[in-house]
């Protein structure tokens, strides 16, 4: 079973900048693609970025060019650095850990909030 846990989420002002932290229970390497998904109010749950275990990296297309996930295999922990933030980009955001022939696993998600 692998547990994850999301920090970092808060109040900023549009154009400001969050770090996300999503911290796993194992080795973060077993795990074959963890990914930032995130849910505005009263909309479905949408893709933000996944990092594969081999390091490839994949973007939402409203969020490219201005989010980053990276990986500390040392600290088995998942960023998602955040800049010029919108509006739009308030939600839950959740981390989901995909293990090939096992049950996906989802945070308990952390709020973000971009208002001035």
């Known amino acids: 079973q692998v547990q994850l846990v999301e920090s970092g989420g808060g109040l900023v002002q549009p154009g400001g900048s969050l770090r996300l932290s999503c911290a796993a229970s194992?080795?973060?390497?077993?795990?074959?693609?963890v990914g930032w998904y995130r849910q505005p109010p009263g909309k479905q749950r949408e893709l933000v970025a996944v990092i594969l275990s081999g390091g490839r990296t994949n973007y939402g297309k409203s969020v490219k060019g201005r989010f980053t996930i990276s990986r500390d295999n040392a600290k088995n922990t998942v960023y998602l650095q955040m800049n010029s933030l919108k509006p739009e980009d308030a939600a839950v955001y959740y981390c989901?850990?995909?293990?090939?022939?096992?049950?996906?696993?989802w945070g308990q998600g952390t709020q973000v909030t971009v208002s001035s």
């Open positions: 194992v080795n973060i390497l077993s795990i074959d693609v």
């Open positions: 989901k850990a995909v293990r090939v022939g096992y049950p996906n696993y």
